[in-house]
């Protein structure tokens, strides 16, 4: 292979087929950046460069002064001269308390003033940042954030939680082999992990790089960001914005019916509509990316509404043979059909992820055993370093 000019600080992530699913073999000319080969070579590999430096944080977008310009102009400046302002996750602002920020990788909050919130910096606050939802959120126009709100129970507002919104670039590297397979990818994982964050970055790389129709069904923009003009960070994605959220549902099966799509990307799967509309759209050969509520796999099983998504658990009656050849009981709990997620992925922290094999996975689970896992995770370098077939159960973090 020969390479042109080099590039400083690139990173070359080669993934492979772990589960030796039927893969088209990919032509290693497929780059980031041009590279003379000679002759053309093919291999089952994807090789994928990214060229941030390996020692320095992803480069990241928060038009955090966006943020910053509807509150109170002593936490404007307080929060625009603090160090760790690239790791500020939200602003918290209750009526008759102390105005506090929450970064990430620090557990609880950090007060920014001596004096507590008062009602007309909240007015002001909603003043600018406009109409709420019927979901209690709101954002501002152009950016991906979020303001979240309190109420009484009269109506009117109390709290604000202002969360920053950023665009990642180089997060979907820890995830980027699975999507040559074309397979439906569902992340689950706590609050602030980084789900939406990723699926974002997929839909960008999907509809600009690999070329597919990508549609959102962007329930409260907070994938593309708010007002009519997306947000660049979902490349050339389409973006269905959503009423409500109990429509949300509606929503996915009219971007199938209506536009064509061959992947849908959809945040916070909650409702057993959400659920069947999945199923139905994976049905007809779609794929989809999605996020759930919950941490783990077995969050998912034991959660009747979203158990669909993995295939759904239902009891089954063995015969005396059978009960006797697995030395089980007769009654058991055995996965009803094929999952509609193939890959789960959670989310434990925002590096450190495990990838399922849905199926089996589950099937494993349910007969008792500990399922083998993928580790992905990044280096003190930032490399993403991915561990092969390590049981479950030892994956503690």
Known sequence: MVVGKPLAAARLSISWNPWNLNVKPIP????????????????????????????????QNDDLQALLQILPSDLHDNLLNEPDRAQLLEVILDLGRLPEARYLGKEGGQYIRESEVTVKELEYAQQAVGEFGRDNRAGIEGTLHRISAIRSRKGGIVGL?????????????????????????????????????????????LSDEFHKRVVIVDTSNEIGGDGNIPHAAIGSARRMQVPEPSMQHRVMLEAVENHMPQVIIVDEIGTEAEAHACRSIAERGIMLIGTAHGQQLENIMK?????DLIGGIGAVTLGDAEARARNCQKTILERKAPPTFDFLIEMRDRYYWLTHQTDKSVDMLLRGKIPQVEVRKRDEKCKVVIEKSKAYDKCQF
């Open 28 to 59: 290693l000319t497929t780059f980031n950046f041009a590279l003379r080969l000679q002759p053309p070579t093919y291999l089952n590999l994807h090789v994928r460069a990214s060229c941030f430096p390996a020692s320095s944080p992803l480069p």
């Open 161 to 205: 939680t202002c969360r920053v919104g950023r665009a990642v670039s180089g997060q979907i590297d820890m995830v980027y082999d699975l999507l040559q397979y074309w397979k439906s990818i569902l992340f689950v994982g706590r609050p602030g992990v980084g789900k939406t964050t990723v699926i974002r970055e997929i839909a960008r790389v």
């Open 303 to 307: 959660n009747r509404t979203l158990s």
